[in-house]
């Protein structure tokens, strides 16, 4: 049976940066010993709105980058969209403020054991944690080529050190306002056949994973893929966050993407039956 990530602490981090940088928040939180605990994929669930506050349920937020060197011990690093009342909150802190946060939680990107031709694909903030996965695929000799879109030329959140740990860096907008004007799925055959592409990660919103399964499939690629379904406990309580997957045995289980994700293989999970409970999942009469 599944459980909650087994290293996940709570822990009250000090920030000790929070920038705007375009559509986003780069925080930097001090997290001493926790950040040695987190791998690319991992996220964390973070209280909002301080002591007394009407929003009870934590945020998840994917681990952009952990390092478990420097003065405070080790730090994570998150990449924030103010959207809503949470995010907000949570933008809008200063230096030195606390934030309660439980993690890390779920489960993370799985390495090639050998190099391997590595694409990844991030859709707004989905490119949060491929960054750090760059940077560990490359330790293990992989080439890594990477895609990120979003609807317009401000919310591609690509920093500069991160372009420095791929090997190639496609941007695609809808807008056109950077990049190649359009979707990042009509990138991907292409650069799939140019780098004789092996294995795909991708992250961001569950319409384009699902496209991007599509072409996988098609290929006949490895897809290992980070879900957002919405979640409120984050630790394998609510059933918040459920979705269909087939198991090795071919049974569909609802399987909750806090514990069995957010990284998932994309091949295993029905994509066309997102929120809903198809005939034939175990433990249901129909
Ligand atoms: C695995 C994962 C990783 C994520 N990573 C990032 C990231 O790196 N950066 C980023 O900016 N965002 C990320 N998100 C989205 C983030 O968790 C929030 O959903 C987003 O910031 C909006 O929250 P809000 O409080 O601003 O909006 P609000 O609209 O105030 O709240 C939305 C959140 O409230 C909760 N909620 C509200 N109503 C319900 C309900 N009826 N049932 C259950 N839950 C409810 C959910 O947790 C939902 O996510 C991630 C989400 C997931 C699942
Ligand atoms: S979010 Fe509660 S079970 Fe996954």
Same mark, same amino acid.
Request: proline share 5%; glycine share 14%.
């Given at each position: @049976?599944?459980?909650? %990530?087994?290293?996940?602490?709570?822990?009250?981090?000090?920030?000790?940066?929070?920038?705007?940088?375009?559509?986003?928040?780069? @925080?930097?939180?001090?997290? *001493?010993?926790?950040?040695?605990?987190?791998?690319?994929? %991992?996220?964390?669930?973070?209280?909002?709105?301080?002591?007394?506050?009407? @929003?009870?349920?934590?945020?998840?937020?994917?681990?952009?980058?952990?390092?478990?060197?420097?003065?405070? #011990?080790?730090? =994570?690093?998150?990449? =924030?969209?103010?959207?809503?009342?949470?995010?907000?909150?949570?933008?809008?802190?200063?230096?030195?403020?606390?934030?309660?946060?439980?993690?890390?939680?779920? !489960?993370?990107? *799985?390495?090639?054991?050998?190099?391997?031709?590595?694409?990844?694909?991030?859709?707004?903030?989905?490119?949060?944690?491929?960054?750090?996965?760059?940077?560990?695929?490359?330790?293990?000799?992989?080439?890594?080529?990477?895609?990120?879109? $979003?609807?317009?030329?401000?919310?591609?959140?690509?920093?500069?050190?991160?372009?420095?740990?791929? %090997?190639?860096?496609?941007?695609?907008?809808?807008? #056109?306002?950077?990049?190649?004007?359009?979707?990042?799925?009509?990138?991907?055959?292409?650069?799939?056949?140019?780098?004789?592409?092996?294995?795909?990660?991708?992250?961001?919103?569950?319409?384009?994973?699902?496209?991007?399964?599509?072409?996988?499939?098609?290929?006949?690629?490895?897809?290992?893929?980070?879900?957002?379904?919405?979640? $409120?406990?984050?630790?394998?309580?609510?059933?918040?966050?459920?979705?269909?997957?087939?198991?090795?045995?071919?049974?569909?289980? @609802? !399987?909750?993407?806090?514990?069995?994700?957010?990284?998932?293989?994309?091949?295993?999970?029905?994509?066309?039956?997102?929120?809903?409970?198809?005939?034939?999942?175990?433990?249901?009469? *129909?």
């Amino acid at each position: @049976m599944s459980s909650i %990530n087994r290293r996940a602490q709570q822990r009250n981090l000090e920030i000790i940066s929070n920038k705007k940088v375009g559509a986003y928040h780069h @925080m930097v939180l001090a997290a *001493g010993d926790m950040a040695q605990h987190c791998s690319a994929g %991992n996220f964390v669930a973070v209280s909002v709105g301080g002591t007394g506050s009407s @929003m009870i349920l934590r945020r998840a937020f994917a681990i952009y980058r952990a390092s478990d060197r420097g003065q405070y #011990g080790g730090t =994570i690093e998150l990449v =924030i969209a103010p959207q809503g009342q949470g995010s907000r909150w949570l933008t809008s802190l200063d230096i030195h403020d606390v934030v309660d946060i439980v993690g890390p939680l779920g !489960t993370s990107f *799985g390495i090639p054991t050998e190099p391997a031709s590595a694409l990844l694909v991030g859709g707004g903030y989905g490119s949060a944690p491929l960054f750090g996965l760059a940077e560990v695929l490359k330790e293990r000799g992989c080439r890594v080529d990477m895609v990120l879109g $979003a609807s317009s030329a401000g919310k591609i959140y690509a920093p500069l050190e991160g372009k420095r740990s791929v %090997n190639s860096l496609t941007i695609t907008t809808e807008d #056109g306002g950077a990049g190649i004007k359009g979707r990042v799925t009509q990138v991907l055959p292409d650069l799939i056949e140019k780098h004789g592409i092996e294995i795909i990660y991708s992250c961001g919103p569950m319409p384009m994973i699902a496209a991007i399964e599509e072409i996988s499939f098609k290929a006949g690629l490895v897809h290992q893929c980070a879900v957002e379904e919405a979640m $409120a406990c984050g630790i394998g309580i609510c059933m918040t966050c459920v979705l269909p997957v087939r198991d090795p045995d071919g049974v569909i289980k @609802m !399987t909750r993407s806090c514990i069995d994700g957010p990284v998932m293989d994309g091949s295993r999970v029905i994509w066309d039956s997102l929120r809903k409970v198809p005939l034939g999942t175990w433990g249901f009469d *129909g």
